[in-house]
């Protein structure tokens, strides 16, 4: 059984540039969630997918957006970078929503720096 | 505004030590809540807590849940220095996990 994995592990970006960030679910996983973590916070949540739907929003403007794949797999897209978008990136996934609670499962993050 | 709380916001203990990290929360929606530690990147899962009252415990740590007063702690007995970390307390609302700042941990030899 394979963790969740992300990438790239880091990237530096230009102001008002766009980027894509990847994640791969655990196995047998089929909900995904994106959180940002700034220096000294908590994760914040971005969104959910869940069956390639998005299924829950944060409070993010909407150049933060993201898909999910057949095969659970998900990006998150960031347009127009602006300074305090440099952050970890944080994807999690987690079994089947079945209506009861259910853990998440963390990847190593990728680190933006927006320049 | 749905918002987790977590004190003390840094803590710096000596091996051995005995320590108490609090969460509280203030959410519409309960579903579970959950802590983690986060050393380096990723936060890894160590328990979550949807009843009152019942202990959850995986070797030296432990943590219970009062729906009543809307808190929960994490013990750590014995404390090593591998346990510096940062804790992380988040509650499941349904449809978004909201989590506290953290409590950073440092344990001295």
């Known amino acids: 059984e394979t963790g969740v994995t992300q990438s790239p592990t880091h990237l530096i970006k230009t102001r008002g540039q766009q980027v894509t960030l990847r994640c791969s679910s655990q196995s047998g996983h089929n909900t995904v969630s994106w959180y940002q973590q700034a220096l000294g916070q908590g994760p914040q949540f971005i969104f959910q997918?869940?069956?390639?739907?998005?299924?829950g929003r944060g409070n993010f403007p909407p150049r933060f957006s993201g898909l999910q794949f057949p095969n659970y797999s998900s990006e998150l897209n960031v347009n127009a970078l602006e300074l305090d978008d440099s952050a970890l990136y944080l994807c999690a996934s987690s079994p089947a929503r079945t209506g009861t609670a259910y853990e998440q499962y963390f990847g190593p993050g990728t680190r933006l720096t927006v320049t | 505004e749905d918002k987790v709380v977590q004190s003390p916001l840094s803590l710096v203990v000596h091996e051995g030590d005995t320590v108490t990290l609090n969460c509280s929360y203030e959410?519409?929606?309960?579903?579970?809540l959950l802590w983690y530690k986060q050393e380096k990147k990723a936060p890894t899962f160590l328990f979550m807590l949807t009843s009152s009252g019942i202990e959850k415990k995986s070797g030296r740590l432990s943590s219970i849940l009062d729906k009543k007063e809307l808190f929960s702690i994490l013990n750590i007995t014995a404390t090593q220095t591998g346990d510096s970390a940062v804790y992380l307390c988040?509650?499941?609302?349904?449809?978004?996990?909201?989590f506290g700042t953290g409590t950073s941990l440092t344990v001295i030899p």
């Open positions: 988040a509650v499941d609302t349904g449809n978004q996990f909201y």
């Open positions: 997918y869940y069956r390639e739907e998005e299924n």
């Open positions: 959410v519409t929606n309960f579903r579970s």
